[in-house]
Antibody
Framework: EVQLVESGGGLVKPGGSLRLSCAASGFTFSSYSMNWVRQAPGKGLEWVSSISSSSSYIYYADSVKGRFTISRDNAKNSLYLQMNSLRAEDTAVYYC????????????????WGQGTMVTVSS | QSVLTQPPSVSAAPGQKVTISCSGSSSNIGNNYVSWYQQLPGTAPKLLIYENNKRPSGIPDRFSGSKSGTSATLGITGLQTGDEADYYCGTWDSSLSGGVFGTGTKVTVL
């Protein structure tokens, strides 16, 4: 079964750090772009970051650039998101999603989604 | 602030049809494929349409997509109570070098 399972969410104080992980199974992880998408409580979807299959292309939303770092370990079928200098506005459910389409690492669609992990930034 | 604009809500009776619009620009919809997602309450989004009008395996043909210029449209026919959900369009924005989603549309079955 094709599956993505996120972990690492929790409560953190403003200015703190958190590392999210996403474990993939049921498909050839190294062949796909991987992505993080978040959703603040009661709000819409917001794309956060994308990393191409071989990590050659990495993109970030302006809202997280310089604070978040996406990475992957194809040997471990795992995706990561290191989040530093966290702010209250980073509070959201963070989804890991498999991507496809686009050129130069761009992603036009997300076909597999994890169940999400909640990140709460509050003092 | 979403780059793609959708109506906040649409509604129709069971068995009827609804359409959801998604308006963008030349840097996103105008030059990239559009995808559509369904998000049922409390669940992760699910891909409904990719490459403007293609359905993944298992998605019924009641769901359809189209694109013209810098706008896209999702159509749902034979509306069912189980279709009550939030729907989002999405694509890549070549100017921003990032993914973009629509503002989201809540579908209500009357």
């Amino acid at each position: 079964e094709v599956q993505l399972v996120e972990s690492g969410g929790g409560l953190v104080k403003p200015g703190g750090s958190l590392r999210l992980s996403c474990a993939a199974s049921g498909f050839t992880f190294s062949s796909y772009s991987m992505n993080w998408v978040r959703q603040a409580p009661g709000k819409g979807l917001e794309w956060v970051s994308s990393i191409s299959s071989s990590s050659s292309y990495i993109y970030y939303a302006d809202s997280v650039k310089g604070r978040f770092t996406i990475s992957r370990d194809n040997a471990k079928n795992s995706l990561y998101l290191q989040m530093n200098s966290l702010r209250a506005e980073d509070t959201a459910v963070y989804y890991c999603a498999r991507g496809f389409g686009g050129s130069y690492g761009g992603v036009e669609a997300f076909d597999i989604w994890g169940q999400g992990t909640m990140v709460t930034v509050s003092s | 602030q979403s780059v793609l604009t959708q109506p906040p809500s649409v509604s129709a009776a069971p068995g009827q049809k609804v359409t959801i619009s998604c308006s963008g620009s030349s840097s996103n919809i105008g030059n990239n494929y559009v995808s559509w997602y369904q998000q049922l309450p409390g669940t992760a989004p699910k891909l409904l349409i990719y490459e403007n009008n293609k359905r993944p395996s298992g998605i019924p043909d009641r769901f359809s997509g189209s694109k013209s210029g810098t706008s896209a449209t999702l159509g749902i026919t034979g509306l069912q109570t189980g279709d009550e959900a939030d729907y989002y369009c999405g694509t890549w924005d070549s100017s921003l070098s990032g993914g973009v989603f629509g503002t989201g549309t809540k579908v209500t079955v009357l």
